[in-house]
Structure formats: C-alpha cells, structure tokens
C-alpha cells in the first residue's frame, strides 16, 4: 500500500466538478482582480468567524507583514514570537526593520506561558502562533499584552475555523493573519491569505498597504505595496468553503480514530486536544525519541510523513539566537505529522497504525 501525505490528486470527483465549473464561470465573467468572489469570500468569513473586517491578501507572509506595517512595527522595536514556527513569523520581523525575539514553547509547542520574561523597553508586540491548529490560551495572552501595552498579531496560518468560548483564532488580537496555501486546513488551488481585525482604522490601513496605498485607484495616501488576491483563488475557496465543515468533521472522525489506534503505546505521545473545538486538526503530529527510525520505517512500509519542523528558528543562519529553548527543540526531534486530511481512507489509517505498532513492538 502506498499512502502520501497529502496528495491533492485526491479530492472526490463532485469537488473537481465543482471548482471546474467555478474557474469556467470566471473565465466567462472576465474578472480576475477584485470583484465579486473577493467580496463573497471576504463576506462569508468575517460572518463565520465573527470578525468585523476580514480583507483578503496575496498570502500568510504577507498577511503578517501587512499587520506588522499596518500598527507601525518598524526599526528599534521588538516581536517576541514563539522558537518553534514556519519561518514567515520571523521572517517579516525582520522585514519590516523589527527584531524577533525568541521565546520557548510549551509541550504543545505553543508560545510559553512564561513569555512575559522575555518582554523589554523596546517590545512593541507579540505574535502567537496556533501551531499545528491548536490556539494558544488567547484570553491569558491578552491580559498580558494589555497589562504591558503590546500590540497582538495571531499567527492562525493553521487554525482556521478553531475556537474558544464561541471566538475564533485571529479575532483575539489587534490583527490575525491567515494562510489559505493549498496544503492548509482551508486552503486554495495557489498562494492566497487574509487578514482579520476588529478596528476599522487598521482595516483601512491593511487595504492601502496591500493595493499601493490607494483605496481609489491613482489616489495614493501611502506607499503601499501589491499584495491583492487572485480573484480566481477567492472563487476557489468559496468552493472550499462550502464543504469546510464536512472536511472538518472528516478530519475529527480520522484524527479519532488515529487515538483510539494508538492509545496504549509506550514511547509515543499523541495530541489528545486535536479533538478539541481549538484544535482545527490541520496537523496530528505525534512524538517520540525514535523519531526519525519510525519515519525510515514508514517509509518502507509505503507511508508518507513530514517533519514540522526539523529546526527551531534560533539554530537558522538568518535568526540565530543564543538560548536553550528546550521544549521548542525536543519537538523539532520527536515530532512527526501522519497522513491527515479529507480524503485519506479508514483502511489507509488502520495500516498506518498498525505499522506504528508494529514499529514499537
């Protein structure tokens, strides 16, 4: 049996039929930047998550680097961010003059509780990220960021749709940035992203950044960039979305049964909050000190598997940073994400996991 990570090859045949009546209905209306699936989609998220403004973006990293610019984050400030994330978090610190400073996760490899120690003179803001789908303890975070004056920016690149007590992720902080790349939770068929807000001063700003500083085109109020959306990729998602919420009970019942599988296997811990209403599901990253035997094992079992991530961003050349962080580090050498996704089989899971305990007896 050969089972990939993910293969979006797979996707049923209604779905296909689906996004290719879209892109022909698209190529017939003649409108490829801006117009009505760019404000449909805009529309049905800010309804679904709550949010007062949700304006769509070319991609995450721009969606993070639209808010870092959009509160002012510049030269002499400081973003403390988690040592464990997707390097578009740090990256765009640096891009826009700031400096990330790192801080230890949590088990989880969720931004630590303790981060407060890591605030100086110069912190201008906070990014946590909602790694592998699973939110940080948003109101704990924000009673500190308010209690020291910081700005919040929520990285939900892999939580869409998760929530706490009926808020969603990214509606938490002064921005929250969204990722839709096709491998994602909600993703499109190419780069796409959003960001999220409840103030209508940052809305206005984020849109001049992203449309060259104009919301009336030749009529520029700032310098701004092009970071606008496909109107292509907007009428795709709005397919997605359509079945976002069967894809996510399909990712529950299979995340479920990956538990039920493997409960009981000395050596291998597994996220049992994955089933939680804060955790999307978008990963199911398993961990053990045997990482990289099992994932060989796997492997000649005709499994795929992926490494999120294999190094903490401190240990890269562009951020390097002196610090134990230890949490973060144990997980980028036990943790292994396994095959999760809509279109995976029961039959492919049950052999993914006896083949992990196969591995482990």
């Not at 870092?68 to 403390?80: F, T």
């Not at 990014?127 to 009673?143: A, N, R, T």
């Not at 529950?252 to 049964?257: G, V």
Request: net charge negative.
């Amino acid at each position: 049996m050969q089972i990939p990570f993910l293969d979006l090859k797979r996707m049923d045949e209604e779905h296909k039929a689906a996004l290719k009546s879209k892109f022909s209905e698209m190529l017939d209306k003649g409108i490829f930047s801006g117009g009505d699936e760019v404000n449909f989609l805009e529309s049905q998220i800010s309804t679904y998550l709550k949010s007062s403004f949700s304006i769509a973006c070319a991609n995450g990293t721009d969606a993070l680097e639209l808010a870092l610019r959009a509160l002012e984050i510049g030269a002499g400030d400081e973003v403390i961010i988690p040592a464990m994330t997707w390097v578009s978090t740090a990256e765009v610190v640096v891009m826009v003059g700031a400096t990330p400073v790192f801080w230890d996760t949590d088990a989880d490899g969720l931004l630590a509780s303790d981060w407060e120690k890591a605030i100086t003179s110069k912190t201008k803001a906070v990014i946590p990220v909602h790694i592998y789908g699973k939110m940080v303890d948003m109101e704990s975070l924000m009673e500190m960021a308010r209690k020291y004056n910081l700005f919040v920016i929520e990285d939900g690149a892999q939580s869409f749709g998760s929530f706490q007590n009926v808020k969603s992720a990214g509606t938490f902080g002064d921005v929250g940035c969204l990722s839709f790349y096709p491998t994602k939770n909600f993703g499109a068929l190419g780069e796409a992203g959003m960001c999220l807000t409840n103030s209508a001063e940052l809305n206005k700003r984020i849109r001049l950044l992203l449309n060259h500083g104009q919301l009336v085109r030749d009529e520029h109020e700032l310098v701004g960039r092009n970071s606008r959306i496909d109107s292509i990729q907007a009428g795709f998602l709005n397919v997605f979305f359509e079945k976002f919420d069967l894809f996510q009970t399909r990712r529950k019942i299979f995340a479920n049964m990956y538990l039920e599988g493997l409960t009981g296997i000395d050596g291998l811990q597994f996220p049992t909050s994955i089933l939680k209403e804060d955790h999307t599901a978008h990963l199911l990253v398993i961990q053990t000190v045997r990482r990289d035997d099992l994932k060989l094992f796997l492997r000649e079992k005709g499994i795929g598997t992926a490494i999120h991530y294999p190094h903490i961003l401190p240990d890269l050349m562009p951020f390097r940073s002196d610090g134990k962080f230890s949490n973060a580090r144990m997980l980028s050498k036990e943790g292994l994400s396994l095959p999760l996704n809509p279109w995976i089989k029961e039959v492919e899971i049950e052999y993914i996991v006896k083949a992990i305990r196969d591995f482990f007896t």
